[in-house]
């Protein structure tokens, strides 16, 4: 063979007289063997015989590098490039077959086009695992799947193993562990996180150790999944939140895997940072939904039952059924002193949702305070006017006030409507009647006027407190019309008699179904009714005993 000054460089010994398979790589020799004698068990692309390839190649050299090799070759031999690897270096094989039946084999380094394509390949990769991981984990804003599906990512793409660890609660770790082909697994353990190198830090998020500094011998039992075996390389990572650590991220490596490079731990943190991200969004979600719950406990409607010898029972549907409150309320308070009247109140706040709410339950809270003057209507509605003009709130409501005594077999009732729909009286025959009492609504004006009725409620007679939802919901068989006062009458006309609480689902049932699915605003609904009971006397006949049905 024969060969230039840079082909004798690469494959010392080249020259003339020796063979090619002396001095060239295997892969070359078997292109070249190829390139003589094509078969029908080596073809390549559309039947040109292909070369096999050893190995890839990291390093850059200049200049084309020729080989001439001497040697039958069939003229009609059509070998595709071949490739492969040269003291570290990776070149492409491209052959010229002469005239004469020899070859030319020409080397052209590809180490650096190689090396970008690998890069390029790599990026593609890592880039689609953070975009994956990212759409798993925001997916979910449950604290404990966020953690699942961190630790099992982590195993399966970064490590042989992983750790996610949240911060402490009551003195013991959340932790779940992964191994790569395993399921994740939760526990709650009593340990110093700072008996581990790196670990404390990382829960108060501190900057990562790395993981050249971290001896794996060093690992405490409980950091190491049962049955992984000798740990080889440890890389512990913060999990960033909003503000603060949302935990950390230990990744375990086998001792004949290969230790974690700074690239990989640098892409770990990339990971981390999503999955942090992700942890704190949900343990904030939980927080909230948490105060959220605690405040819909104090603003939701109460239950009603019966109360001094006297029957209550409400109801009440928000505008949006994935609402739990909104701008209608009521609320009974039983009297503290025996003789003395409980006060019903029935509500309608301007707007809805949760703005509404608010003031919902400052209207409410400031009532309660009001409660030792329930006697008198009309001062408790000037002071809650006064107490709304004064907020930074600009919304006003609409309110009546049912003060409600049991007197004898019958119950003695002073109706004060401050702005609101007026209610509805509905007498053992049945007949409706609309009680005689109006006022100013509250928070609007510097002066709220209203005035006071007094009536009776015979055993099995109602007086309803709604509230405008009902009577303006729209719907019925066109899908547009009012359901009505008139309509609202009609029905409680039906209900003569029946107990409050059933009084109560009908009318609620009713305007159900007369809505549909359509638009509504909040509904609600108070019956307070005189029960059809006796009264008993108590042991030896000294007091005035109890009701019962």
């Given at each position: 063979m024969l060969a230039n000054e840079a082909a004798g460089v690469l494959l010392p010994g080249a020259g003339k007289g020796v063979a090619l398979a002396d001095v060239a790589p295997p892969w070359l020799s078997r292109a070249h063997e190829t390139l003589r004698a094509p078969t029908e068990e080596s073809p390549g692309p559309d039947g040109a015989a292909t070369a096999d390839v050893d190995g890839a190649a990291t390093a850059d050299v200049d200049g084309d590098v020729a080989a001439h090799v001497d040697g039958d070759v069939a003229a009609t031999a059509d070998v595709d490039v071949a490739w492969g690897a040269v003291g570290g270096r990776t070149f492409e094989a491209h052959p010229t077959v002469l005239a004469d039946g020899s070859a030319v084999w020409w080397l052209v380094e590809d180490t650096d086009r190689r090396l970008a394509r690998e890069a390029l390949r790599?990026?593609?990769?890592?880039?689609?695992?953070?975009?994956?991981?990212?759409?798993?984990?925001?997916?979910?804003?449950?604290?404990?799947?966020?953690?699942?599906?961190?630790?099992?990512?982590?195993?399966?793409?970064?490590?042989?193993?992983?750790?996610?660890?949240?911060?402490?609660?009551?003195?013991?770790?959340?932790?779940?562990?992964?191994?790569?082909?395993?399921?994740?697994?939760q526990s709650h353990l009593g340990v110093d996180p700072d008996e581990v190198p790196g670990l404390g830090e990382a829960l108060r998020g501190f900057p990562p150790v790395p993981s050249r500094w971290l001896d794996p011998a060093t690992a405490p039992s409980w950091l190491v999944p049962e049955g992984f075996g000798p740990v080889g390389s440890i890389v512990i990572t913060p999990l960033p939140g909003h503000g603060v650590s949302a935990g950390a991220l230990v990744l375990l490596r086998r001792s004949e895997t290969d230790a974690f490079t700074e690239r990989e731990e640098v892409f770990a943190r990339?990971?981390?940072?999503?999955?942090?991200?992700?942890?704190?969004?949900?343990?904030?979600?939980?927080?909230?939904?948490?105060?959220?719950?605690?405040?819909?406990?104090?603003?939701?409607?109460?239950?009603?039952?019966?109360?001094?010898?006297?029957?209550?029972?409400?109801?009440?549907?928000?505008?949006?059924?994935?609402?739990?409150?909104?701008?209608?309320?009521?609320?009974?308070?039983?009297?503290?002193?025996?003789?003395?009247?409980?006060?019903?109140v029935l509500g309608d706040v301007c707007g809805k949702g949760l703005e509404a709410a608010v003031l919902t339950g400052k209207i409410r809270n400031t009532l309660h305070a009001l409660l030792p003057m329930a006697d008198d209507h009309q001062r408790m509605l000037s002071l809650l006017n006064t107490a709304l003009l004064n907020s930074h709130h600009t919304r006003f409501a609409t309110l009546i006030l049912a003060s409600a005594l049991r007197?004898?077999?019958?119950?003695?009732?002073?109706?004060?409507?401050?702005?609101?729909?007026?209610?509805?009286?509905?007498r053992a025959d049945g007949e409706v009647e609309q009680a005689d009492t109006k006022g100013t609504l509250v928070g609007a004006i510097p002066d709220a006027v209203s005035r006071t009725v007094t009536l009776s409620l015979a055993p099995g007679e109602t007086c309803v407190l709604y509230t405008d939802g009902i009577t303006e919901a729209r719907g019925g068989p066109l899908g547009g019309a009012l359901f009505g006062e008139k309509r609202l009458r009609r029905v409680l006309s039906e209900c003569a008699g029946m107990p409050a609480e059933g009084i109560v689902e009908r009318v609620q049932m009713l305007a159900a179904e007369w809505v549909g699915t359509g638009r509504h605003d909040d509904m609600a609904v108070v019956v307070i009714s005189a029960p059809r009971t006796h009264h008993l006397s108590a042991v030896n006949g000294r007091t005035r005993g109890r009701y019962t049905a």
């Open positions: 790599m990026e593609r990769e890592r880039t689609e695992f953070l975009s994956r991981s990212s759409n798993l984990l925001l997916s979910s804003l449950n604290l404990d799947r966020c953690m699942d599906v961190t630790a099992q990512m982590a195993a399966e793409h970064l490590a042989d193993a992983a750790m996610v660890i949240a911060p402490s609660r009551a003195n013991r770790l959340p932790v779940v562990s992964c191994v790569r082909g395993g399921s994740p697994s990339l990971f981390a940072a999503r999955a942090g991200a992700a942890m704190s969004a949900a343990r904030l979600y939980a927080e909230q939904s948490a105060i959220t719950d605690v405040l819909m406990r104090e603003l939701l409607p109460p239950s009603l039952h019966q109360v001094g010898g006297v029957d209550f029972a409400g109801g009440y549907r928000p505008s949006q059924d994935h609402e739990r409150i909104g701008g209608d309320f009521y609320d009974v308070h039983p009297s503290v002193t025996e003789g003395e009247a409980s006060l019903a007197d004898g077999h019958q119950v003695r009732l002073r109706l004060t409507s401050a702005g609101h729909l007026a209610p509805l009286i509905v």
